[in-house]
Structures are given as structure tokens and as C-alpha cells.
């Protein structure tokens, strides 16, 4: 896997420019704040944050693919504060269950989510080589 850093520009903090990789893709549809079961546990951002990434670790596990081999994320949430001022718990729970791997990320604000309590969702890409 190779991250994508034109030269002379600034480093991202939290997430790569780019990235290209090799092998199997992995493809894991929108993850939100609930269990394997369709339960919320909370309603807390920061909380629907961690679910969604353990949901999302435990679906790559399905394909012999782990967090390191995630290569891109797209995350819609619906209020962006909320987002920007959980940024402390959001990254304490991102390094707990991806680890200090960063690929590239967007990150967009939406009117709704399909699931009303859902204050986040989160899909990526994975590329296992």
C-alpha cells in the first residue's frame, strides 16, 4: 500500500490524500451506531462512532481483512459540530479499534440517514493484498 503525498504538500492530519493498493477488494456497505443485532446502545455521536468502526472491523474480519487494510472511508453525519466536537472521542475510539492507519477519509454533513437514531455512518474500501 502506498500513501499519496504530493510533494510540497501539507501533511493531513487524520486521513492520507491518497492511496493505492493491490489485491482483493473489500467492499463494506454503511456501518451505523448499532449492534450486529440492530440495537443502539446510544445516542451519543462519539458512541455511534466507536459501534460503527467495531461493525465495520468485525465485517472485514469476514474477509480475512483487517483495519491496516482499509484503503478508503466515507463518513455522512448529520450535523458536522457534533462531528468536529467529538473530534477527541472520535479519535480515541478510531485509534483503539483502526490503530494509527489513516486512508483517505471524507467525511460529508447530510440532511438524513436512512435509520432516525443513527447520527453516523460509515463505509469503506479495504484492499487485502
Same mark, same amino acid.
Given at each position: 500500500m502506498d500513501f499519496l503525498q504530493p510533494p510540497g504538500w501539507a501533511r493531513p492530519r487524520g486521513?492520507?490524500?491518497g492511496v493505492a493498493a493491490t489485491g482483493r477488494t473489500v467492499c463494506v456497505s454503511g456501518m451505523i451506531g448499532w449492534d450486529g443485532q440492530g440495537v443502539f446502545h446510544t445516542d451519543d455521536f462519539a458512541g455511534q462512532v466507536r459501534q460503527a468502526l467495531?461493525?465495520?472491523v468485525e465485517?472485514?474480519?469476514e474477509a480475512d481483512a483487517r483495519p491496516e487494510h482499509i484503503v478508503r472511508m466515507?463518513?455522512?453525519?448529520?450535523?458536522?459540530? +457534533?462531528?468536529v466536537a467529538a473530534y477527541k472521542e472520535?479519535? =480515541? =475510539?478510531?485509534? +483503539?479499534l483502526i490503530g494509527p492507519h489513516y486512508p483517505a477519509m471524507t467525511a460529508v454533513q447530510v440532511v438524513a440517514l436512512i435509520e432516525d437514531r443513527a447520527r453516523v455512518e460509515i463505509e469503506v474500501? =479495504?484492499?487485502v493484498p
Open positions: 486521513y492520507s490524500n467495531h461493525n465495520i465485517v472485514l474480519a466515507t463518513w455522512y453525519v448529520l450535523d458536522k459540530r +457534533e462531528y472520535i479519535g =480515541a =475510539a478510531y485509534r +483503539e474500501t =479495504a484492499i
